[in-house]
């Protein structure tokens, strides 16, 4: 049972946490978060996730009101007390509550527990299907809390039989609304968007299972029709893992069937995990 939060450094009960109406949040949308798994009673690569935590507060004038140290043990306190050996963990900054509406004051540090979610296991066996929208994030580095686009086109997605959507500027893809993209080229490379995205930790982990596992990886931009001549594509995210797709705006990728090398790669990242996990506990 989740029983607790952790709100502004104090271990607080669920029906208990609450912020002001006149938080920077509320009044505009102004915050960051981060979003990642725990395991085992231990939360999944930590250290990355609050490192980025602090850099997208940082890149919104926020000040994180604890040391990266000290987030770590109140995560860890967090799990400790609810006692779930699996969850998911939400850490969100929120421009504080602000007198004219506008000007960020004192950030509030809220760190939530959710149970642990997984994604549909049938997605992994038949791959997904993405459409391709026209739209640049602000602040790609920063994982802030604006997701409008993402939301607001959810439906539009449903209505036209995808799952997700790969965003592209310029003719250069990007990223999903919530996870990185990464495409398998004719040659058998691995090759993924570097600049205007959010670096996935998941991202990275798969990154550096690729490469000990012999393939080239190449972060560098990547030009929309590529996507149509990959021989296989898949989505990462800490909830998602490796997810493979297998159509892009109704055109198959490679054989339009999941392929063999995202499989490779999501079992190799899952081993990832497991070792991580195994060298904590
Ligand atoms: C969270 C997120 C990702 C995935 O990052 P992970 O650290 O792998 O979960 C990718 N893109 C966006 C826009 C995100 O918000």
Not at 61 to 77: A, F, G, K, N, T
Not at 168 to 182: A, G, H, P
Not at 220 to 228: A, I, Q, T
Not at 248 to 273: N, P, Y
Request: charge should be negative; include cysteine; glycine fraction near 8%.
């Amino acid at each position: 049972m989740i029983q607790y939060y952790h709100i502004n450094g104090e271990l607080t009960p669920v029906a208990e946490a609450q912020l002001h109406v006149t938080d920077l949040a509320i009044m505009r949308g102004y915050g960051v978060f981060d979003y990642f798994r725990a395991l085992g009673g231990r939360a999944l690569f930590v250290e990355d996730y609050v490192r980025r935590f602090f850099n997208s507060a940082g890149l919104l004038q926020l000040e994180v009101p604890c040391s990266q140290q000290e987030l770590m043990e109140r995560i860890q306190v967090l799990l400790d007390e609810n006692g779930e050996d699996k969850a998911g963990i939400r850490l969100i900054l929120t421009g504080g509550y602000t007198t004219d509406s506008y000007t960020p004051v004192k950030p509030n540090l809220l760190i939530l527990q959710h149970p642990y979610a997984t994604y549909p296991a049938e997605a992994y066996e038949r791959g997904i299907k993405m459409l391709t929208y026209d739209y640049r994030r602000e602040l790609p580095v920063a994982k802030t809390i604006n997701y409008v686009t993402g939301i607001r086109i959810q439906k539009w997605l449903k209505e036209n039989g995808a799952d997700a959507v790969l965003y592209y500027d310029n003719d250069t893809i990007k990223e999903s609304d919530r996870s990185n993209f990464f495409l398998i080229d004719p040659s058998g490379k691995m090759i993924t968007p570097k600049d205007d995205v959010l670096p996935g930790i998941t991202r990275m982990k798969v990154i550096e299972v690729a490469r000990e596992l012999g393939f080239t990886v190449e972060e560098r931009p990547v030009r929309l029709e590529e996507v149509f001549e990959a021989q296989e594509a898949f989505m990462t995210s800490s909830i998602k893992g490796v997810l493979p797709v297998v159509s892009m705006d109704g055109k198959a990728i490679g054989s339009g069937q999941v392929g063999e090398i995202s499989g490779q790669l999501g079992r190799g990242f899952e081993a990832l995990v497991e070792r991580y996990v195994m060298a904590k506990v």
